[in-house]
């Protein structure tokens, strides 16, 4: 199992800019999340999903937009990109099972806003 | 609004001694809590849980506390190495959809 990957690792982008990142799990779970993390912030939940067909937002969703057609797939999207949206981005996945809620992070993707 | 401390941005100990981190919440009832590790560079990796009817947790050289009265949790690791230096961050849960983290506490075990 690959667990879960991001694509890409690093993008530099300018002002204005759109962009996609793709998650991808391989392990079937339900839930799927995009974080950004900053230096001082922490881990914040911009979009969330329950299941294929369903997102939902999370603590700082403006400027972002999410997409989950496939459960195995998690895409997030700036239209129009910012300099404060400089930060590492992190996709995760949990299920159902258990109940422990663990959440298999990916390796993140640091994009740079210029 | 959810508040998640982590007390000490950076805590620094000697090898074999037990390190203490410090997780406190206000504003909700967590029904359990998770701790993960961080390493440059990389994603989280879950490490435990415990629930809030549970006082104590252990797994090998770890062992976590959940006092809901203090609203507080206690990680600690004992008989610390140099590859336990990463950052651990707390996350109080009400549930699958309740997704806050603490800001994290850098751990660095000197040889």
């Known amino acids: 199992n690959a667990g879960v990957t991001q694509t890409p690792k690093f993008r530099v982008l300018k002002t204005g800019q759109s962009m996609t990142l793709l998650c991808a799990q391989d392990?079937?779970?339900?839930?799927m999340y995009w974080y950004r993390q900053d230096p001082g912030m922490g881990l914040r939940l911009i979009h969330y999903s329950v299941g294929e067909g369903t997102t939902a937002k999370g603590e700082v969703p403006d400027g972002y937009n999410v997409s989950r057609l496939k459960k195995q797939n998690f895409l997030l999207g700036l239209e129009s990109a910012a300099p404060s949206q400089t930060s590492v981005y992190f996709c995760a996945s949990s299920t159902l099972a258990g109940s422990s809620y663990e959440q298999y992070f990916g390796p993140g993707t640091r994009l740079t806003v210029t | 609004s959810q508040k998640i401390e982590q007390n000490s941005e950076a805590l620094n100990i000697q090898e074999g001694k037990t390190a203490t981190l410090t997780c406190n919440y206000t504003?909700?009832?967590?029904?359990?809590l998770q701790w993960y590790r961080q390493d440059p560079g990389r994603g989280p990796v879950f490490l435990l849980l415990i629930r809030e009817n549970e006082k104590e947790k252990r797994k090998e050289r770890l062992k976590v506390t959940f006092d809901t009265t203090l609203k507080q949790s206690l990680f600690h690791i004992t008989a610390s190495q140099p590859a336990d230096s990463a950052t651990y961050l707390c996350?109080?849960?009400?549930?699958?959809?309740?997704?806050?983290f603490g800001t994290g506490t850098r751990l660095t075990v000197i040889p």
């Open positions: 392990m079937n779970h339900e839930y």
């Open positions: 996350a109080p849960r009400t549930g699958a959809n309740n997704l806050f």
């Open positions: 504003n909700y009832s967590p029904a359990y």
